[in-house]
């Protein structure tokens, strides 16, 4: 299908210090030490297939804290700046995506920077889950005897007329001991 490979490497900028994620200066020794996206960028950079995509996810709150310290990276330069004076550019198969739990904290600047589009749970609702369990159901399932594809309107008429039903009962009538989203 012509697809390329994608490698994605997972970063949560939240979970660690400005130190350990850019990198540091020893105050003793003065020696440079480079944080994970340092070296992340970098070894994504350097790796140059053009038939492989390489995605840096960061997965975790975004706040302006950290995000500036990326300013350059995410204007058109693309270019990590680090204070050790080295200033890594990013590949033309490189990608960066951020996938924050919500933006409580960031600022609309940063928003717009990263380019982010967030939407609440609750807007999206339980049909999406549905649809991609249903698209990554075994063959068996969506197969016939001779390999052709079926279609199951039955179990989409079974869904339709008992999931959100029984989601309202809950909602409505039931009392959690946990809160739940749809």
Same mark, same amino acid.
């Given at each position: 299908?012509?697809?390329?490979?994608?490698?994605?490497?997972?970063?949560?900028?939240?979970?660690?210090?400005?130190?350990?994620?850019?990198?540091?200066?020893?105050?003793?020794?003065?020696?440079?030490?480079?944080? *994970?996206?340092?070296?992340?960028?970098?070894?994504?950079?350097?790796?140059?297939?053009?038939?492989?995509?390489?995605?840096?996810?960061?997965?975790?709150?975004?706040?302006?804290?950290?995000?500036?310290?990326?300013?350059?990276?995410?204007?058109?330069?693309?270019?990590?700046?680090?204070?050790?004076?080295?200033?890594?550019?990013?590949?033309?198969?490189?990608?960066?995506?951020?996938?924050?739990?919500?933006?409580?904290?960031?600022?609309?600047?940063?928003?717009?920077?990263?380019?982010?589009?967030?939407?609440?749970?609750?807007? *999206?609702?339980?049909?999406?889950?549905?649809?991609?369990?249903?698209?990554?159901?075994?063959?068996?399932?969506?197969?016939?005897?001779?390999?052709?594809?079926?279609?199951?309107?039955?179990?989409?008429?079974?869904?339709?007329?008992?999931?959100?039903?029984?989601?309202?009962?809950?909602?409505?009538?039931?009392?959690?001991?946990?809160?739940?989203?749809?």
């Amino acid at each position: 299908m012509e697809e390329m490979k994608t490698h994605v490497h997972v970063i949560n900028p939240k979970s660690i210090t400005m130190s350990q994620l850019y990198g540091f200066t020893d105050p003793v020794s003065k020696d440079w030490t480079d944080g *994970i996206l340092a070296v992340w960028f970098r070894t994504l950079a350097t790796q140059m297939d053009a038939k492989e995509r390489r995605w840096l996810v960061f997965d975790g709150p975004v706040d302006a804290l950290w995000i500036e310290n990326m300013n350059t990276v995410l204007d058109d330069n693309k270019k990590l700046c680090l204070n050790s004076g080295e200033i890594i550019q990013m590949s033309n198969n490189m990608s960066m995506i951020f996938e924050p739990m919500d933006l409580a904290v960031a600022s609309p600047a940063t928003v717009s920077r990263c380019g982010m589009v967030y939407m609440q749970p609750i807007e *999206i609702g339980w049909r999406p889950f549905y649809d991609s369990w249903k698209n990554n159901l075994p063959a068996f399932f969506t197969k016939d005897e001779k390999n052709k594809d079926i279609y199951l309107p039955a179990f989409d008429e079974l869904i339709d007329v008992i999931v959100q039903p029984i989601i309202n009962f809950v909602r409505t009538e039931a009392k959690e001991t946990t809160p739940t989203n749809d």
